[in-house]
């Protein structure tokens, strides 16, 4: 299966994996490239020194291309930039903020930038800047998420631009696989299913909460503009409770603040916040990046060729 996105990256399957913030780390970033996918980095709100070493564990393991993910809330945004055009990553992505301001430096150190966008009206603004192509995400991923649906807004995005778009949020399997490509997408990215890669480094009490996870079991948290998509668990609860009595913003952040942390790290999938996607409950075992990506690539190829059927 080879899309526009393989030739634009040169890698073998258009497959991203998600650069979520604490969990994906250069071991699974590393594993998903070798495999042929584009193994992404989280530097979350990590500081830049962090984030150099998950970049040098990749190239210790693998030469082919990987990302790093820029978060734009984390308080490091400028130095991470100046990071990834020292050290020649062939690939960003972004999110949860406009990149902008960083794009022409980032085109000129020859870098290849997929921001995260989860609306039309931005997603033509950054393809005027140059980007080389778009993350269409939608509300079914798991962490910050934006207001619209996969399903509407991948063919708004697609039909609105004319650089590769990248569907993501609900998309664990095969069959989402082939859905984003009939779509208009020139592939996917998945988050929650590379959770449960073997390699992934995440606590094992996170793996088994996504495992565990079904179809109802996350729940937005938060306030306007700002929610996140988490596991419906104690500290869930406990964000509910604050919002029923309006509780203001910074009381909200304020009970979210190093709790990712705590899930991701110390395993705390009670009191923690444990972020995953709606497509949870698609994902029912922890296997290699590698046979995950193998898994659903084949099955997408094989879904496709029964729809065909249809005509
Ligand atoms: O970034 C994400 N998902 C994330 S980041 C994250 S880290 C975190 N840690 C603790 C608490 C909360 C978050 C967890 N999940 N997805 C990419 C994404 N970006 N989705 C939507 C957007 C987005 C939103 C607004 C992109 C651009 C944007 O622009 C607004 C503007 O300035 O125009």
């Not at 996969?150 to 778009?165: C, G, K, R």
């Amino acid at each position: 299966m080879k899309t526009t996105l393989c030739s634009l990256l040169d890698i073998e399957y258009p497959i991203f994996q998600g650069g979520m913030a604490w969990v994906a780390t250069g071991e699974l970033a590393a594993a998903v490239s070798s495999a042929g996918g584009l193994g992404i980095i989280g530097a979350g709100s990590a500081p830049p020194e962090v984030v150099r070493q998950e970049i040098q564990k990749v190239r210790n393991i693998t030469h082919k291309p990987f990302g790093v993910n820029v978060y734009y809330m984390s308080p490091f945004v400028d130095e991470i930039i100046d990071l990834v055009i020292r050290e020649r990553v062939p690939v960003i992505t972004t999110g949860a903020g406009n990149p902008g301001k960083h794009i022409s430096r980032l085109k000129e150190a020859g870098i290849k930038v997929f921001p995260v966008i989860a609306s039309v009206a931005l997603a033509k603004r950054l393809e005027r800047l140059g980007v080389d192509g778009l993350i269409a995400e939608g509300m079914e991923c798991g962490g910050h998420v934006g207001e619209i649906t996969t399903m509407a807004l991948v063919p708004q995005v697609a039909a609105a631009v004319n650089v590769p778009v990248v569907a993501a949020g609900g998309i664990a399997t095969g069959r989402g696989l082939a859905a984003s490509l009939v779509l208009g997408a020139a592939g996917v990215q998945m988050g929650t299913r590379f959770i449960c890669a073997s390699e992934c480094t995440v606590h094992e009490n996170y793996k088994k909460a996504v495992i565990k996870a079904r179809d109802r079991d996350t729940v937005l948290t938060g306030f306007p503009g700002h929610f996140a998509r988490v596991l419906n668990n104690k500290l869930a609860k406990k964000f509910k409770e604050l919002e029923i009595h309006g509780a203001d913003s910074s009381d909200l952040e304020k009970l979210g603040t190093g709790k990712l942390r705590a899930a991701a790290v110390e395993g705390d999938v009670e009191n923690g916040s444990v972020m995953m996607g709606q497509s949870a409950a698609l994902v029912d075992r922890v296997m290699p990046a590698e046979e995950i990506i193998l898994e659903v690539v084949r099955e997408a190829e094989e879904v496709l060729r029964e729809t065909n059927r249809l005509l």
